[in-house]
């Protein structure tokens, strides 16, 4: 066995909790996930030095998980030196779980014609952490429809589908997530407490979560939390746009009551 297997072996016996149900969790493979999750829509490839900084873990540590990634076709080094682009293996994991979201293609013409009504952008939406990511995206013809993709990420705390997902999710469920953020940063556990009572109170008032100028400050937005079935994940939609063409009593007034139709729509279909 060589130097670099001994390091492998070294990070996946690395001391793990041993008490409760945490004696369970393998921080190894944790790290690995984490090093996958960083990449983001945007990214054509990373550096160590980048994965290092994104994922709060050491340079050296960073190194191996990689290179056991790459091993694995999860990564793949695109120029010499040590930048990574995610591999094809990821692709097959992600096509899995998006093949199970046949709710989708129920929506798509539901949301295409709400979009095209308002001059916005509509999109499904599932958490990952801290973010809820993209899993369908449509837009109106308007010039100013918002060009984001499937894949971006939009956070929990500020924004309005991540609002809407919060204050529908179990008390545990928020408690685990206001962890998570306190563990990144104290202000970032703040402001996760502050995105759920902004949530419960909007979803008290008008049955929706909202954000207007707060995700940017020149982006207004709704959105609703749903299930369809119990094989796939909590949903959330949202309906949005820039705030310029987008105001606040059009979003509550003539837009929230059609998305909350959609959405019951959606949770009757029995798809997924």
């Known amino acids: 066995m060589n130097s670099r297997d001994n390091d492998i072996e070294d990070l996946a016996s690395a001391e793990e909790p041993k008490t409760g149900e945490d004696r369970y969790f393998i921080t190894a493979l944790s790290r690995g996930l984490d090093v996958l999750s960083c990449f983001r829509s945007g990214d054509v490839s990373l550096s160590n030095q980048q994965i290092s900084e994104?994922?709060?873990?050491?340079?050296?540590?960073?190194?191996?998980?990689?290179?056991?990634?790459?091993?694995?076709?999860?990564?793949?080094?695109?120029?010499?030196?040590?930048?990574?682009?995610?591999?094809?293996?990821?692709?097959?994991?992600?096509?899995?779980?998006?093949?199970?979201?046949?709710?989708?293609?129920i929506a798509r013409p539901l949301m295409q014609e709400l979009a095209d009504y308002a001059g916005a952008t509509l999109a499904l939406g599932v958490r990952d952490r801290l973010s809820i990511i993209y899993t369908e995206v449509v837009r109106s013809t308007a010039t100013l429809a918002l060009t984001l993709q499937v894949g971006s990420r939009l956070p929990l705390a500020s924004s309005a589908i991540g609002r809407a997902y919060l204050a529908n999710a179990s008390l545990q469920e928020r408690n685990a997530i206001v962890k998570l953020a306190t563990e990144l940063d104290d202000s970032a556990g703040e402001a996760m407490r502050e995105g759920i009572a902004r949530g419960l109170q909007d979803y008290q008032e008008y049955g929706c979560a909202t954000s207007f100028c707060d995700w940017q400050k020149d982006v207004n937005g709704i959105a609703v939390a749903f299930r369809s079935s119990g094989t796939i994940p909590a949903m959330v939609m949202n309906c949005g746009g820039p705030s310029s063409s987008l105001s606040r009593e059009f979003l509550i007034d003539e837009v929230r009551p059609r998305l909350l139709e959609l959405v019951r729509r959606l949770e009757s279909s029995n798809f997924g």
């Open 54 to 105: 994104r994922c709060g873990l050491p340079k050296s540590t960073v190194t191996r998980i990689v290179y056991t990634l790459s091993k694995r076709g999860y990564l793949i080094q695109v120029e010499p030196g040590g930048r990574y682009a995610l591999g094809t293996a990821t692709l097959a994991l992600g096509s899995s779980m998006l093949a199970r979201m046949d709710i989708r293609q």
